[in-house]
């Protein structure tokens, strides 16, 4: 069982920055890759970065050169630093870990941009 703790979220202006993290109760060395995905009210949960073992990347093109994501093998955690924060980022944001065990979630952060 691996558990997964997001944190970092919050209210934020238009333009400005967050930097999320998600922690893991166990190494992420061997993970396949890890995530942050995001919901929206109302709307599915959408792929917004991900990482694999070897550090290759992967974003939503609505993110794409705003958002960063990495990985820290030591302390177990993953961030996702997000830049130029539009409103149409407020959603919550979940933390993704794809294992050999399975799949894992955290229970979310709310990221809120103002106009």
């Known amino acids: 069982q691996v558990q997964l703790v997001e944190s970092g979220g919050g209210l934020v202006q238009g333009g400005g920055s967050l930097r999320l993290s998600c922690a893991a109760s166990?190494?992420?060395?061997?993970?396949?890759?890890m995530g942050w995905y995001r919901q929206a009210l109302g709307k599915q949960r959408d792929l917004v970065a991900s990482?694999?073992?070897?550090?290759?990347?992967n974003y939503a093109d609505s993110v794409k050169g705003r958002f960063t994501i990495s990985r820290d093998n030591a302390k177990n955690t993953v961030y996702l630093q997000m830049n130029s924060l539009k409103p149409e980022d407020t959603a919550v944001y979940y933390c993704?870990?794809?294992?050999?065990?399975?799949?894992?979630w955290g229970q979310g952060t709310q990221v809120t941009v103002s106009s």
């Open positions: 993704n870990a794809d294992t050999r065990f399975g799949g894992y």
């Open positions: 166990t190494s992420i060395f061997n993970f396949n890759s």
């Open positions: 990482i694999r073992s070897l550090g290759r990347t």
